[in-house]
């Protein structure tokens, strides 16, 4: 969280790991793993960052 | 050989050439933006590893481009030749209007576009025109998720570091390695649509069999052509690449390169035509929001989105209507 708000970078990450989830049914077979492997990267992402966020807002 | 087939290879050289100063700028925008290199070496620098890159990747590529966007029974000479204009149509288009846009996308566009002008939609192969359109997305967010991972890992490996003049010496010498190594993933990657275009014309006009390899001389001949494309530059995108999106220091310029040429190595290896503008972009996209996403100027990174969207169909519309204009002709 940041100023009260959430963290817009984990927000941002959020959206790109949902993008990469919605591939997933559309790639090739071969191509799925890696779909959701960068899926599962940004949301370590997201989580890492509002960490972060949360972190540096604590008084 | 026809002369309808050597002008058609000709068009495909002239449109690998727009790819060199439009697409290949990219490769050095970070090096430039950085000071490690002036422009004039930088250009030769990418220039070298562009060509030499045939020595690193197998055609897989060019297979696609010639195999799998459109059915090979419908690619005639006047086909290709239609796709290739709507190609470099919209690419001086958006090069004049500095918009840094994927010369790959514009190429798929053109020539599904030329193709269904001529014989209708069915002509479109949904296989390969899927795994295209899967990594037109997820290339750019490979790069950004490497550039931002990569920026971390080198933060967190010197953060007791304390020369700091020191330390940014050495990155501006990693960066050449890395500039080097993009460099060589465009090459790989670029050149090769090109020689799909001209691997295409050659087995419409029956010189190649359809389950033929690309020839060794489209190879140098196109490595070539993209080669003295990047010594001719194309600032207007350097400068948008390198300093509008977000400021960059050598360890950036480190990271984006790299995350970037990782992705590009990939694409190449498994065949698929993707954007280097779209690759490194996402990369420099990456490396600013792993300090805060206000370091990034979405402003920029929006219109150029805007232009990524726009490319397919319009590349498709310009080279549709060239083509009709080729059977009209024809008649």
Partial sequence: ?59 | MTLGVIIVIVVALAFDFTNGFHDAANSIATVVSTRVLSPRYAVAWAAFFNFVAFLVFKTHVASTIAKDVVTQDVLTIGVVFAGLVGAIGWNLVTFYLGLPTSSSHALVGGIAGAAVARAGSHVLQSDGLRKIGVFIVLSPLIGLALGLILTLVIQWAFHKYRKVEKLNRGFRRAQLMSAAAFSLGHGGNDAQKTMGVILAVLIASGHVSKTSGVPLWVVLVAHSAIGLGTLSGGWRIVKTMGSRITRLQPVGGVAAETGAAVTLFFASAHGIPVSTTHTITGAIVGVGASSRLSAVRWGVAGQVVWAWVLTIPGAFAIAAVTSLLVQAAAR
């Fill in chain 1, 1 to 59: 969280m940041t100023g009260g708000g959430i963290d817009r970078r984990a927000i941002f990450f959020v959206i790109a790991a949902a993008v990469c989830f919605a591939l997933v049914p559309v790639a090739q077979e071969e191509f799925r793993p890696l779909a959701i492997t960068v899926g599962v990267v940004y949301v370590v992402l997201a989580v890492l960052s509002a960490l972060d966020a949360w972190s540096r807002s604590r008084p």
